[in-house]
């Protein structure tokens, strides 16, 4: 991705452990293609190495966007302190992954990569989610059909939860 000229579209990212399915959650999603051991590297996020500026320029607009209720999704993961990465590209299989609220994965940063991890053992045909981390700001918009006994019915990062259950028992 260092020649951002290239207009060769590289071709979509893929691995041994996934395959591509219709989510029950949203859309498309990704399944285990075997069983996967708890801390696997299943696959890796790829996408556009962009610069911090460059990078809080693009999430400002997204920002703008989920605000209005639209594609809430996340793409943007920091590499280390200078460089970011942007995973809103077509060949970045790993974009397709749902948020759950009792995910299966989680991205790792690994040596200037950035990694979808196994966080538990995974059976095969189990859809892979990770918690998107989404701030408290804007939750109603963004509801959560994850399905997990554990689902706030939300999509809000974990730490944050609470907040959301909170709100909701006061209505009740
Ligand atoms: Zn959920």
Redesign the pocket.
Known sequence: MSNTKNTKTPAATNSEWVRRGQSKIHGGGLYANQDILAGTRVLEYVGERITKAESERREAKRLAVRADGEDGCVYVFELNARRDIDGDVKWNTARLIN????GNCEPQSIRGRIWIVASRDIEKGEELGYDYGFDLKDWRKHP?????P????Y?VKKSQRWRVRKALAAES
């Open positions: 948020h759950s609220c009792d959560c059909l994850c399905g997990s554990k689902c706030v019915g999509i």
